[in-house]
């Protein structure tokens, strides 16, 4: 890339300060032949912000055509995929790409796919390597799973306590077993440790949270918290009847680390 075209491409002042600080607002498009038509100048800041001139903008989902259009007259060139034959005449007429020599040596080509039915089952088995979860993933596990940590899930599944088979692993009324994330076994107080989830859980609903961390192992890695979302694995530290795992990687370390050398005598 020569030295002009990144001079013709860099931004103001005034641009960076727009672009890169607090919320865009900028009037809506009349939504009269597509339902989702946005003004050209979102595409046009997005563009401007991250490609230089001369690099190539894909557009997956082209639909009126605006991406396009903005590519365009900012001297880029692009490529867009609709499937929905319908929007051409709309892309057509906002592009104006059936008057020649408009916008000087530009050009719009459109290319058709060809109605050919392909197996697709045929054609991954040829690929090269073929992804497969060897564990299947249930519906509420994949929904936690898929939540950001800290965020609030959409739907709790809740579950009961059936068992405390240590200090660091649960089994729940459906079952599963869970391991506490953060938690390690500490000589001498098992007993405690276990009276004291035993007590804790007993009778009440727990849900569980998953670290992003950690695959779906067997016993499955957890946060596991009461429906009123009193954080169990913390609770437990602060309790002194365990230790805090240093070994392995996960979110709360810190947070459980302060916790513990707030106990009175803890190492």
């Given amino acids: 890339m020569t030295k002009e075209t990144k001079t013709r491409s860099r931004l103001t002042n005034d641009e960076w300060n727009l672009y890169f600080s607090g919320h865009w607002q900028f009037p809506g498009e009349r939504q009269d032949r597509h339902l989702a038509v946005f003004p050209e100048e979102l595409p046009r800041r997005l ?13 997956p989902f082209l639909g009126s055509g605006t991406t396009t259009l903005a590519a365009r007259n900012l001297e880029r060139n692009s490529i867009g995929y609709e499937i929905n034959s319908d929007f051409l005449s709309i892309i057509q007429a906002k592009t104006e790409m059936n008057r020649p020599g408009l916008f000087g040596e530009s050009a719009i080509r459109v290319v058709e796919a060809s109605e050919q039915w392909l197996d ?3 054609r991954i088995e ?12 249930s519906r509420s596990e994949s929904a936690l799973n898929a939540t950001k940590r800290g965020a609030e899930p959409s739907r709790l599944d809740l579950y009961s306590v059936k068992q405390v088979i240590s200090p660091e692993v649960l089994l729940l009324g459906n079952n599963r077993k869970i391991r506490l994330l953060g938690i390690r076994e500490k000589p001498g107080n098992t007993e405690e440790a276990v009276q004291f989830l035993s007590t804790l859980t007993k009778g009440k609903k ?15 890695p957890c946060y596991l918290y009461l429906k009123n979302k009193t954080f169990i694995n913390a609770r437990l530290v602060k309790s002194g009847f365990v230790e805090v795992d240093t070994e392995n990687s996960y979110y709360h370390m810190k947070r459980f680390l302060k916790y513990r050398q707030a106990i009175p005598h803890a190492g």
């Fill in 206 to 220: 727990v849900f569980y949270r998953l670290d992003g961390l950690h695959g779906d192992a067997d016993p499955l």
């Fill in 47 to 59: 563009i401007r912000m991250f490609t230089f001139e001369g690099e190539t903008v894909l557009d």
């Fill in 126 to 137: 040829r690929l090269p390597y073929i992804f497969r979860d060897p564990s299947p993933i």
């Fill in 120 to 122: 697709y089952t045929k």
